[in-house]
């Protein structure tokens, strides 16, 4: 295990900030897992976990053990006429993820083509786009207890999953360290083309025969029209999530916006999150070296040389301009660190 000190995780963080990592350690294996827990106990320093660094804003240097995730590996753990189980390594690319799944015709994670960051936040944060979630292709994980460092699994109904949401980041924050993710796809695809303009731009791409490869080219190309490569432009994707109102304040605020958008679901109707925030005049906004996505106003960016508390501060206005027009609570799905 190699343990670096004072290191700049502006690599390591899709905003591109520049702070630094008391100490810094990858882990490739499950031990060098161990090892860290007990170096940070040693140091009597705070442990912080780092996946793909696509869902944090740092905000200060990190007086702690930063533990970047690289554990590897994809294989096959069980198969049915229907269905194939695969078990992946906490530290492989989500992406790459999804086009190996495609390449074997395994179907299930296609609408979640280009989400940035790791396989083992995932189900953390249980990701999802274009009318999927992680949680229905979800079958099982193992993590390690911080304390204890024993490894234990979860599976499904242990996770509580939600909207954005998981046991894991509400109960058990910051008591695993998650190590590999099993996935349940289909050998038989059910496809998802009514969410959002997928349908539209299968037409556009003159797509006759529909298949997971063609769903995700399409998922790709409307990421890539919307949304900033962070390797061009600094950002961690959606910063906001999208909040469910109750129908009473939806009709409420339609009766003031027609032309509002309204997605009933479990809790009430949701109200994206973009809309809001374009409605409030945010949208393609820039405050020196930061801003907000001139094509979608639910990407806050750095452009080059942005400073984490200035983005944070920048979310606190938006979210306080939302409160004020409209009278819902924005939430952030970014962690600030």
């Known amino acids: ?19 630094k990592a008391k100490f810094f350690i990858q882990a490739t294996t499950e031990k060098d897992i161990l090892q860290a827990l007990d170096k940070a106990k040693e140091l009597n320093l705070p442990l912080i976990v780092l996946g793909g660094g696509s869902n944090i804003l740092l905000t200060k240097d990190l007086e702690a053990v930063v533990l970047k995730i690289e554990i590897k590996g994809i294989q096959i753990t069980k198969e049915t006429d229907e269905e194939v189980f695969i078990e992946v390594g906490a530290g492989e690319n989500w992406h790459e993820f999804v086009l190996y799944c495609i390449e074997k015709n395994l179907a299930g994670v296609e609408n979640l083509s280009l989400i940035p960051g790791t396989v083992g936040a995932s189900p953390m944060q249980n990701i999802g786009a274009y009318g999927i979630e992680i949680k229905e292709v979800f079958q099982s994980l193992k993590a390690i207890h911080r304390t204890t460092g024993k490894e234990e699994i979860f599976h499904w109904e242990d996770c509580q999953f939600g909207y954005r949401e998981s046991i ?104 994206p999150a973009a809309w809001l925030i374009e409605q409030a005049g945010w949208k393609g906004k820039t405050f020196g070296n930061i801003g907000v996505h001139k094509l979608q106003p639910l990407v806050l960016v750095n452009y080059g040389n942005g400073d984490g508390q200035e983005i944070a501060e920048l979310s606190r206005k938006i979210q306080a301009s939302i409160e004020e027009k409209f009278g819902i609570s924005l939430l952030t799905e970014v962690n600030f660190l």
């Open 1 to 19: 295990m190699n343990i670096q000190e004072n290191i700049s995780l502006k690599p390591f963080n899709t905003f591109g900030i520049d702070k």
């Open 168 to 271: 894991f980041k509400n109960d058990l924050k910051d008591q695993y360290i998650i190590t590999r993710v099993e996935f349940r796809l289909k050998k038989k695809p059910v496809y998802h083309t009514e969410y959002g303009a997928i349908a539209q731009t299968l037409e556009e791409m003159k797509v006759t025969n529909l298949s997971i490869k063609s769903i995700s080219d399409a998922v790709i190309k409307i990421r890539q029209s919307k949304l900033p490569d962070p390797k061009v432009i600094g950002n961690a994707g959606s910063f906001f999530k999208n909040p469910t109102v109750e129908p009473q304040m939806f009709e409420k605020i339609k009766s003031e916006n027609p032309t509002v958008p309204g997605f009933p679901n479990d809790e009430g109707i949701k109200i």
